[in-house]
């Protein structure tokens, strides 16, 4: 049976993956992004903390499914500080998804919307594509965001 991308599901077998790091040069830290999503992880994030004897820190995050901690640890421990992992496991709920091309006057744009019990929730588009078409043609991006949802909106007759 295929997929309908627009359902919602859950995500069993998931890790959170997580380490705390006082000593890294925050600047490493988009990298270690790019190079965890590489290798296969669903998302990452960072949050600043404060550790022991007052450091500041930040905590790394990583949610992935089981089937991949191997690669991600090689990538965590050879590209940052951390002596150690926690692993969390957790379920996720994640909203049914349509990607939908909207013709603007900078070329065409993916809108990515969600959808909840088979109603539109919510949606964004596609930030990558935007950034992209606002440096080609020379204007700001909040421009071309801004026309991309306008122009998505009546699309939907909204």
Not at 85 to 92: E, K
Not at 103 to 127: C, D, L, N, S, Y
Not at 136 to 143: A, I, S
Request: glycine share 6%; charged share 30%.
């Amino acid at each position: 049976m295929a997929f309908d991308h627009r359902e919602e599901h859950v995500d069993t077998g998931m890790l959170i993956i997580q380490a705390n790091l006082d000593d890294m040069n925050p600047e490493l830290t988009s990298y270690i992004t790019d190079k965890l999503l590489e290798a296969g992880a669903n998302d990452v994030y960072w949050i600043p903390i404060i550790m022991k004897k007052g450091r500041p820190g930040v905590m790394l995050n990583v949610l992935a499914d089981e089937g991949k901690a191997g690669e991600l640890e090689e990538v965590i421990f050879s590209e940052t500080t951390t002596f150690g992992l926690r692993y969390v496991r957790a379920d996720c709920h994640r909203l049914g998804r349509e990607f939908i091309l909207i013709e603007t006057r900078w070329g065409a744009i993916h809108v990515k919307a969600a959808f909840h019990i088979g109603r539109m929730v919510q949606f964004a588009p596609e930030f990558k594509e935007c950034e992209q078409a606002a440096k080609k043609h020379q204007v700001p991006l909040k421009q071309v965001y801004d026309e991309v949802r306008r122009l998505f909106l009546e699309r939907r007759g909204e």
